[in-house]
């Protein structure tokens, strides 16, 4: 099995699974792969080397670095959709809890203290995604 990292016209960027490379060009010729994002069937392959799976370490690392770019992803959404209170954020939490303060997605810091007292209290709170650091660069067999 070969993992292509695609990329369609509008630049979502997603994976796929072929037999072969043969089996990617004809697909990708035949306009039969499809942006799972868009449906886009404008592919092309994203500049990275396919991987090629053979072993379990390669598994790992592919997961590793599936991993990082999910977190990322989840790092960057809440970023951008989410309130930052800073140190706030327990009693932030607690006051939208207790009806105190409307509803909204928040982040901010938490001590593992702070984080322990929440779950106790039965308020939804989860860590960030950690980053991950780099896997190194993939190789071609
Ligand atoms: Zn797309």
Avoid at 26 to 42: F, Y
Avoid at 103 to 128: D, N
Wanted: aromatic share 6%; glycine share 8%.
């Amino acid at each position: 099995m070969i993992r292509y990292d695609l990329r369609c016209d509008n630049g979502d960027e997603f994976e796929a699974w072929f037999g072969s490379i043969a089996d990617y060009d004809k697909q990708a010729g035949a306009g039969l792969v499809e942006c799972p994002h868009c449906g886009s069937t404008q592919i092309e392959k994203a500049p990275m080397a396919p991987a090629v799976v053979t072993g379990r370490r390669k598994d790992a690392r592919q997961e590793r670095a599936v991993a990082m770019a999910l977190a990322s992803k989840v790092r960057e959404h809440i970023r951008e959709n989410f309130d930052y209170v800073g140190e706030k954020f327990a009693d932030e939490a607690r006051k939208m809890h207790a009806g105190e303060t409307e509803e909204r997605a928040i982040w901010g810091e938490a001590t593992p203290e702070q984080a322990e007292q929440l779950a106790e209290e039965g308020i939804a709170a989860a860590p960030m995604p950690p980053v991950l650091a780099p896997t190194p660069p993939r190789k071609l067999n």
